[in-house]
């Protein structure tokens, strides 16, 4: 005779008196393992403090220089401030030195940007949106051009670019830098990647069956979502236009439509000129309010550089 081997319920299966039905199983919560924690590297901080360092060094050595009177620049420390605070004073007597000169050179960068890094993000936007989603002869000869664009520095073109225009009449004038800014290769083959991925090819033939046109479809469809891409090629080409120096240099000898980048250069040679009046805290100062516009430009774009904007846009 056997004896009865004692069970032990089981907790999953078993239910309360008076219920029907399946009981749902109770979920074990997940133990978290170490692995699944993120791992920390020594090297990956220590070189991203070095780029920190390297990155903002200057710019604090720029601000606190900008406190400084000319003489304060040679007794002090670089990276210390001077007894005398001087940074109003320095931004006054920058705007109002040489008649206001600096004034005029701001003004001419604005004018530089606005038409150059405009102009030459609006035909990014235009050619890649092209080259992405229409399918033409000489598509990939297209290509290949870009590509060989990118690879060429634009100080190599600047003579040839000043001997065109000097044989058209445009040098030392506002065109002769406004023109060459208008061709970004590297914007256009950005845009290019961009609007391949961006734009799905549902929602263009979902508008052309709509009715809408080609140029409806590319304002309407397309364009709001190449917003961050066009952030993006605007930023770059608006810094490359800005810091533009060697351009200018070549195509300008009218000290009026210079930048701000040779305005400033020339102001610094003053001082090895015979009877030139050193103004060293003038450039320094002039150059901390010169990188204001880029950083404020940063700022306030940087919301606009998001990805994903089409994803659920098509539903698969």
């Known amino acids: 005779m056997t004896s009865p081997v004692a069970t032990v319920p089981d907790?999953?299966?078993?239910?309360?008196?008076?219920?029907?039905?399946?009981?749902?199983?109770?979920?074990?919560?997940?133990?978290?393992?170490?692995?699944?924690?993120?791992?920390?590297s020594v090297l990956l901080t220590v070189l991203t403090s070095l780029v920190l360092l390297y990155s903002l060094v200057p710019l604090l050595w720029l601000a606190i220089s900008a406190t400084k009177t000319q003489e304060g620049l040679s007794r002090s420390a670089g990276l210390w401030f001077d007894g005398?605070?001087?940074?109003?004073d320095n931004i006054a007597e920058t705007?109002?030195?040489?008649?206001?000169?600096?004034?005029?050179?701001?003004?001419?960068?604005?004018?530089?940007?606005?038409?150059?890094?405009?102009?030459?993000?609006?035909?990014?936007?235009l050619?890649?949106?092209?080259?992405?989603?229409?399918?033409?002869?000489?598509?990939?000869?297209?290509?290949?051009?870009?590509?060989?664009?990118?690879?060429?520095?634009?100080?190599?073109?600047?003579?040839?670019?000043?001997?065109?225009?000097?044989?058209?009449?445009l040098t030392n004038t506002p065109w002769a830098v406004i023109v060459?800014?208008?061709?970004?290769?590297?914007?256009?083959?950005?845009?290019?990647?961009?609007?391949?991925?961006?734009?799905?090819?549902?929602?263009?033939?979902?508008?052309r069956m709509d009715g809408a046109g080609e140029v409806r479809t590319f304002f309407r469809v397309a364009l709001?979502?190449?917003?961050?891409?066009?952030?993006?090629?605007?930023?770059?080409?608006?810094?490359?236009?800005?810091?533009?120096?060697?351009?200018?240099?070549?195509?300008?000898?009218?000290?009026?439509?210079?930048?701000?980048?040779?305005g400033l250069n020339s102001w610094n040679q003053q001082a090895a000129t015979a009877g030139g009046e050193a103004v060293f805290n003038l450039v320094v100062t002039g150059s901390l309010i010169t990188i204001l516009p880029l950083v404020a430009a940063f700022l306030l774009l940087q919301k606009y550089w998001q990805s994903g904007l089409a994803a659920g846009s098509v539903k698969e």
């Open 11 to 40: 907790r999953r299966s078993a239910k309360p008196s008076g219920t029907s039905g399946p009981v749902p199983r109770l979920r074990t919560p997940r133990r978290r393992h170490s692995a699944d924690k993120p791992r920390r």
């Open 84 to 88: 005398d605070f001087a940074l109003w």
């Open 95 to 125: 705007f109002t030195y040489g008649d206001g000169v600096f004034t005029r050179w701001l003004l001419n960068t604005l004018l530089y940007v606005g038409l150059g890094a405009g102009g030459a993000t609006f035909l990014a936007v």
């Open 127 to 169: 050619g890649g949106y092209a080259l992405a989603k229409f399918d033409f002869p000489g598509r990939r000869a297209v290509f290949a051009v870009v590509i060989g664009a990118v690879a060429v520095p634009g100080t190599a073109l600047a003579v040839p670019t000043f001997l065109m225009f000097s044989k058209m009449g």
């Open 180 to 207: 060459p800014s208008l061709i970004s290769p590297f914007g256009l083959y950005l845009m290019w990647v961009f609007a391949t991925e961006a734009i799905p090819t549902e929602l263009m033939e979902a508008a």
């Open 224 to 262: 709001p979502l190449l917003a961050p891409g066009i952030v993006t090629v605007l930023l770059f080409t608006m810094v490359a236009t800005w810091n533009n120096y060697f351009l200018p240099l070549v195509m300008l000898k009218d000290p009026d439509w210079y930048p701000l980048t040779l």
